[in-house]
C-alpha cells in the first residue's frame, strides 16, 4: 500500500509537471517542501519521539549545506558521483557534530536543553558568517554561490521517500520504542534498564544527521547559501512544524512540512515585503490558535494507516478477535 501511495504521489507530480498546470517557481517550492520535511523529521525523531526539546536543528541543517555546498562548489563541478560523495559528507558532518555536541549537552533536560541548543545554534550561526576567514570558498557574511544546481525533484524524492522509511523502521524497532519510552517518562526507563543516555544521543545523532542531509539537498536546488537561512527562524520553522502536526506524529510532520512550505509562499506572494516585517506575529498566531484548537497537533500521535500497515493490521485483529462480538 505505502508503495503505491509512493508511486501515486509521484505520478501527480509528473503529469502536474509536463501538462504545465504547475509552473517551474511552485515545482521549485515543491522541491523545496521534501527537503523541509526530511529536516522536519529529524526533529521529530529528537523532540516528537525521544522529547528533547531542541532550539538548534537549523543549525546542523545549516552544517549540511556548507559541507554538501563547499565540495560541489570546489571540486565537484556538477559530477553526479561528487554530488553523491558530498550529501554522504553532509550527514556524517552533522551527525558528527551532534555527537560531539549531544555526548554534554543531552544530559540536560527540558528548558536547560533547549536553551543549550539555541547557544549552539547561535555559535554556528557566528561561525557560518565569519567563515571565509577559515575558507574562502565558504563565503562568510555574503553568502556561498557557485554550488553546481544537480538536485532535481526525482533525486529528492528519492531522498525523501528514503527519510520516511528509514524513520518509519526505527520507530518500529525496540530503539524507536526505546525512545517513546524515555520521552513519556525518563526515570521510569531507567528503572526498566533502558541506557537512556545512549537513547537520547541514538536519537540526536541520526535527527540532526537527516537535518545535514536535507541540508546538503538545499545546496544542490537553491543558488545561494547563506547563513540567514539558518538562524533562529529557521529552527523555529521546524519546531512549529512537529509541534503543529503532532508530536510522535510521522504523518503529522509530512503532511504539515508541505503545506507550510506552500503557506509561506502563498503568505510571501499576497504580502510581498510586509510578509517578512510580520512573519514572527504570523508564527506566534499560528501557534497560538493551534495550541487553543489542537492542543495535542493535528493529528494528535496518530499516523496515516499506509505509513504502518503492519500496526493497523494488529489493530483491527485485536478488535476483530474471539470476544469482540460481546462489546455489540
Not at 71 to 98: C, E, P, Q, R, S
Not at 108 to 133: E, H, P, Q, T, W
Not at 146 to 173: E, K, M, Y
Amino acid at each position: 500500500m505505502s508503495i503505491l501511495v509512493i508511486a501515486a504521489f509521484y505520478g501527480l507530480v509528473k503529469v502536474v509537471e509536463f501538462t504545465g498546470i504547475a509552473n517551474d517557481y511552485w515545482l521549485r517550492v515543491l522541491d523545496q517542501s521534501l527537503i523541509t520535511v526530511i529536516g522536519a523529521l529529524g526533529l521529530s525523531i529528537i523532540y516528537g519521539f525521544t522529547g528533547q526539546f531542541s532550539l538548534g536543528h537549523a543549525a546542523f541543517y545549516g552544517i549540511g549545506a556548507y559541507t554538501g555546498g563547499v565540495i560541489g562548489k570546489v571540486w565537484g563541478h556538477g559530477d553526479m558521483l561528487y554530488f553523491m560523495l558530498a550529501l554522504v559528507a553532509a550527514t556524517l558532518v552533522a551527525g558528527l557534530a551532534a555527537l560531539i555536541v549531544g555526548m554534554p549537552i543531552l544530559r540536560l533536560r527540558s528548558d536547560y536543553l533547549g536553551i543549550a541548543m539555541l547557544g549552539f545554534g547561535i555559535i554556528v550561526k557566528v561561525i557560518m558568517d565569519n567563515s571565509n576567514k577559515i575558507y574562502e570558498p565558504l563565503g562568510g557574511a555574503t553568502g556561498m554561490t557557485g554550488v553546481p544546481q544537480v538536485a532535481n525533484f526525482d533525486i529528492i524524492f528519492l531522498f525523501f521517500v528514503v527519510a520516511v522509511f528509514l524513520l518509519r523502521n526505527f520507530i518500529d524497532s525496540s530503539h524507536g520504542r526505546a525512545c517513546i519510552t524515555v520521552r513519556e517518562d525518563e526515570i521510569a526507563a531507567d528503572a526498566m534498564g533502558i541506557n537512556t543516555t545512549r537513547t537520547k544521543v541514538l536519537a540526536f545523532v541520526l535527527g540532526c544527521a537527516l537535518a545535514g542531509l536535507a541540508g546538503g539537498l538545499y545546496s544542490y536546488r537553491y543558488p545561494y547559501v547563506h547563513p540567514t537561512s539558518y538562524d533562529f527562524l529557521k529552527s523555529f520553522d521546524f519546531l512549529l512544524i512537529v509541534v503543529v502536526g503532532g508530536l510522535g506524529s510521522m504523518s503529522g510532520t509530512i503532511v504539515t512540512a508541505i503545506a507550510w512550505v506552500f503557506l509561506l509562499e502563498g503568505l510571501r506572494i499576497v504580502l510581498g515585503q510586509t510578509f517578512v516585517e510580520f512573519r514572527g506575529v504570523i508564527y506566534a498566531l499560528i501557534l497560538v490558535v493551534t495550541i487553543l484548537l489542537k492542543p495535542q497537533g493535528l493529528f494528535s500521535g496518530k499516523e496515516l494507516g499506509f505509513l504502518f500497515p503492519k500496526r493497523n493490521k494488529d489493530i483491527s485483529k485485536e478488535v476483530e478477535g474471539k470476544h469482540a462480538s460481546l462489546g455489540s
